[in-house]
């Protein structure tokens, strides 16, 4: 895994590289860093290879089908990506979105769970979620109609307001 350091050296030559300004810090978790540019764009740079390539496939994909909303949600534009940085340049979205595909498996979900886990989940993004846990669970049918598992749904990943 890379440093915080390491990771905001990538973001900022990538935005050299891409004659980009960094506006302001959006935020990170568990893949990586966001920060928003002046364009207005975000740029993601991650803390490992594997998060990043399945970022990456699962824009190309959202690219390949023309998908920009899910259920009245907005999904970021990909605009490009550089594979020696791990940094994910896209279009910055405004509420409601959909977003951070870092842990989606494309064609099937990446983890096999039991069916005690797969019921415990439900039952956590249920509560997580309340009465939009309707709209939720068509925002993952949308996506798996076009070969897209999430798995890191929650608020934050997805909001409505």
């Not at 915080?4 to 980009?20: G, H, N, P, T």
């Not at 920060?35 to 975000?42: D, I, R, Y």
């Not at 020696?84 to 509420?95: D, E, K, Q, S, T």
């Amino acid at each position: 895994m890379a440093s915080d350091s390491d990771i905001l050296r990538r973001l900022r030559e990538y935005a050299k590289r891409r004659k980009l300004d960094i506006h302001e810090y959006l935020g990170e978790g568990i893949q990586g860093i966001v920060c928003s540019t002046t364009l207005p764009s975000a740029i993601k740079a991650f803390k490992d290879r594997d998060a990043y390539e399945r970022e990456v496939a699962v824009y190309q994909r959202i690219k390949e089908r023309g998908i920009s909303s899910v259920c009245g949600c907005s999904v970021p534009t990909p605009f490009s990506h550089h594979d020696g940085l791990l940094v994910i340049h896209m279009g910055i979205v405004r509420p409601p979105f959909v977003l951070d595909f870092a842990s989606a498996g494309l064609d099937g979900p990446l983890f096999e769970h039991s069916p005690e886990a797969i019921s415990d989940w439900i039952e956590s993004r249920m509560d997580l979620f309340g009465d939009r846990w309707t709209t939720v669970l068509k925002i993952i049918s949308v996506f798996r109609s076009h070969g897209i598992y999430l798995s890191d749904v929650k608020p934050g990943n997805i909001t409505f307001e």
